[in-house]
């Protein structure tokens, strides 16, 4: 045979991923709120790879029966892939199960911590300025991910704060964004001004702007930054996030927010959406 | 210079072989030198609808794998003198049809032909990629249902990202939406999306909406492209499609209402 080309490249890629928090080790009452909060005739999910964090049931000596949990989550479109956290054994019943394991445990990056730098362009037009919050950490988690295969674990416990922000200039797609595709604006703001249409998705380590209407998933700070902002010129979405923290609209967007301008911030855990007033 | 154009949807049965028979019947007729090329390999069945099917003996596959000429497998329309269809293989598998043979084909097409209309199969995989791939403009046929419309909204992304014209950095894909089976009764009552409806959702200029049309089974049985019926809103529709295509200006959207009886209305040209 002749010289063959390379059959296939390993690279550590940084996708954003949903992640299912176990609160309980009663699985029937976890699938029966599963069950009311994701219709399974809305198709929100589908296919859609999803960790299970089980952190806050670490300390319990019950292990989830994880086939069943599975297949009961498969039914709702939405495809476990692995463990974060667990004790022990809980991680090698998942295995069992065919799981995967992530690292122990998910370091945020720590974005508060990092001191401002004064002379930082302002380049996030956040509406009060009086009482701005802090400037998105551009690449400082970035940083932490670069597509380094083995030691990127380790370098994630690192403390970040140390690195100085470096600036990654703002995305800005003008064209619609239509079913099936995604932009990643990675360390960046994304700017579009062209409309976002359902089955699209749009991501940003930053802030993400809307100059036009937002019927996709719109998905801000994805690496964890909770300061982060997203700007939509008419809400239509199916679903908005901010660091972590996300909204479906499945009975759809409350009346005086429907087709209005919003921004969307956190507020501790809670997503706060806003109506822009001109 | 010679243009690619695909006719295309993402959705199956929306009416993409009747479109792609009508639209390269009536550029033929405003005299351009067209060729219609039929990518639904396995399924093939423009050359029904063309009414040529008893005709063909080569295909497009026989040709990408130079067991015969171009010219061999070219059938001339019945109908148009400057119409040639290049039929599609009933019986090979899809994945004879390669980027490298589909270019090598359409270049050598360029040199005699004006327009090459390529009628895509549905989906969004392979077939439809390499009949969408080579493309200078786009038909976008959607009907008046949102899942349709859907399908249309990603097969837009795929153009503008994954077209030859988009990798290669050249200006983009020209875009034209074309709804079809369009029943402006089912719109009134909401049963169906409205022509505005799709343009809010789909933001490209729209070329044309052709109604629904029971005219449209009886041409196809009959192997005659609709554009050429007599008396029909269709063949109307079709021709207004052409029309703008060619850049004929002022032709009013027509058949996008229900219909009022009045005389003079019509008379008048008025909706
Ligand atoms: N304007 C119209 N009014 C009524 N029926 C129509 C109209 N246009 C198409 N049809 C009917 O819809 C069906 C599908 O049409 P056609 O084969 O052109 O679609 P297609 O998009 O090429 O389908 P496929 O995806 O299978 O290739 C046919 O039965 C055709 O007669
Ligand atoms: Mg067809």
């Given at each position: 045979m002749a010289h063959a080309e390379p059959a296939f490249k390993l690279k550590i890629?940084?996708?954003?991923?949903?992640?299912?928090?176990?609160?309980?080790?009663?699985?029937?009452?976890?699938?029966?709120?599963?069950?009311?909060?994701?219709?399974?005739?809305?198709?929100?999910?589908?296919?859609t790879p999803v960790?299970?964090?089980?952190?806050?049931?670490?300390?319990?000596?019950?292990?989830?029966?994880?086939?069943?949990?599975?297949s009961f989550m498969l039914d709702h479109g939405m495809h476990a892939t692995g463990v974060i956290g667990g004790s022990t054994e809980q991680r090698e019943a998942a295995v069992q199960s065919g799981l995967g394991l992530f690292p122990d445990t998910i370091v945020k990056p720590t974005v508060k911590t990092a001191p401002i730098p004064t002379t930082a362009p302002s380049i996030t037009p956040n509406?009060?300025?009086?009482?701005?919050?802090?400037?998105?950490?551009?690449?400082?988690?970035?940083?932490?991910?670069?597509?380094?295969?083995?030691?990127?674990?380790?370098?994630?416990?690192?403390?970040?704060?140390q690195v100085p922000p470096t600036f990654r200039p703002t995305m800005i797609i003008n064209k619609?964004?239509?079913?099936?595709?995604?932009?990643?604006?990675?360390?960046?703001?994304?700017?579009?001004?062209?409309?976002?249409?359902?089955?699209?998705?749009?991501?940003?380590?930053?802030d993400i702007h809307i100059y036009a209407p937002l019927r996709g998933r719109a998905i801000a700070g994805a690496q964890g930054n909770e300061n982060a902002?997203?700007?939509?010129?008419?809400?239509?979405?199916?679903?908005?996030?901010?660091?972590?923290?996300?909204?479906?609209?499945?009975?759809?967007?409350?009346?005086?927010?429907?087709?209005?301008?919003?921004?969307?911030?956190?507020?501790?855990?809670?997503?706060?959406?806003q109506p822009l007033l001109s | 210079m010679s243009k690619v154009i695909v006719v295309t949807s993402g959705k199956g049965g929306v009416g993409k072989t009747t479109t792609s028979a009508s639209f390269s019947s009536g550029l033929a007729?405003?005299?351009?030198?067209?060729?219609?090329?039929?990518?639904d390999v396995g399924l093939?069945?423009?050359?029904?609808?063309?009414?040529?099917?008893?005709?063909?003996?080569?295909?497009?596959?026989?040709?990408?794998?130079?067991?015969?000429?171009?010219?061999?497998?070219?059938?001339?329309?019945?109908?148009?003198?400057?119409?040639y269809i290049l039929p599609a293989s009933q019986t090979r598998d899809k994945d004879a049809l390669n980027l490298e043979g589909v270019e090598r084909i359409l270049n050598e097409l360029k040199e005699s032909f004006d327009c090459i209309v390529c009628d895509s199969p549905a989906g969004i995989e392979s077939g439809a990629f390499t009949a969408m791939y080579f493309a200078d403009e786009a038909l976008v046929v959607t009907n008046p249902e949102?899942?349709?419309?859907?399908?249309?909204?990603?097969?837009?992304?795929?153009?503008?990202?994954?077209?030859?014209?988009?990798?290669?950095?050249?200006?983009?894909?020209?875009?034209?939406?074309?709804?079809?089976?369009?029943?402006?009764?089912?719109?009134?009552?909401?049963?169906?999306?409205?022509?505005?409806?799709?343009?809010?959702?789909?933001?490209?200029?729209?070329?044309?909406?052709?109604?629904?049309?029971?005219?449209?089974?009886?041409?196809?049985?009959?192997?005659?492209?609709?554009?050429?019926?007599?008396?029909?809103?269709?063949?109307?529709?079709?021709?207004?499609?052409?029309?703008?295509?060619?850049?004929?200006e002022g032709l009013p959207m027509r058949f996008v209402t229900v219909e009022k009886k009045s005389f003079f209305k019509r008379l008048l040209g008025g909706r």
């Open positions: 890629a940084n996708l954003s991923l949903f992640v299912l928090y176990v609160n309980t080790t009663d699985m029937a009452q976890l699938k029966n709120q599963l069950d009311t909060r994701v219709n399974k005739t809305h198709n929100f999910f589908s296919n960790a299970l964090d089980l952190s806050a049931i670490a300390n319990s000596n019950i292990s989830p029966d994880f086939a069943d949990l599975m509406a009060e300025k009086n009482n701005a919050p802090e400037l998105p950490e551009f690449g400082l988690t970035i940083e932490t991910n670069n597509s380094n295969v083995l030691d990127s674990d380790t370098q994630r416990q690192n403390p970040v704060s619609p964004v239509r079913t099936g595709q995604r932009i990643y604006a990675e360390g960046s703001n994304l700017v579009v001004l062209g409309v976002v249409n359902a089955g699209a998705e749009l991501i940003a380590d930053g902002r997203i700007f939509v010129h008419s809400l239509e979405a199916e679903l908005i996030s901010v660091a972590g923290c996300f909204k479906v609209f499945e009975n759809g967007i409350p009346e005086n927010l429907r087709g209005k301008p919003v921004q969307v911030h956190l507020n501790g855990s809670d997503l706060i959406i | 007729l405003r005299g351009n030198k067209t060729v219609v090329i039929d990518f093939r069945n423009l050359d029904l609808i063309m009414g040529c099917e008893r005709r063909v003996v080569y295909d497009i596959i026989n040709v990408i794998n130079g067991e015969v000429t171009l010219k061999q497998a070219l059938i001339k329309d019945k109908n148009c003198d400057n119409l949102v899942s349709s419309v859907r399908d249309s909204d990603r097969i837009l992304g795929i153009l503008a990202a994954k077209s030859k014209r988009a990798v290669d950095g050249l200006d983009p894909v020209k875009e034209h939406l074309l709804i079809t089976r369009y029943d402006p009764k089912r719109v009134e009552a909401g049963e169906m999306l409205s022509v505005t409806d799709i343009q809010e959702i789909l933001r490209i200029p729209l070329i044309g909406v052709i109604p629904e049309s029971e005219s449209v089974l009886q041409a196809s049985n009959a192997g005659t492209p609709a554009i050429h019926l007599d008396k029909s809103d269709v063949a109307e529709a079709y021709r207004d499609v052409v029309g703008r295509f060619m850049g004929d």
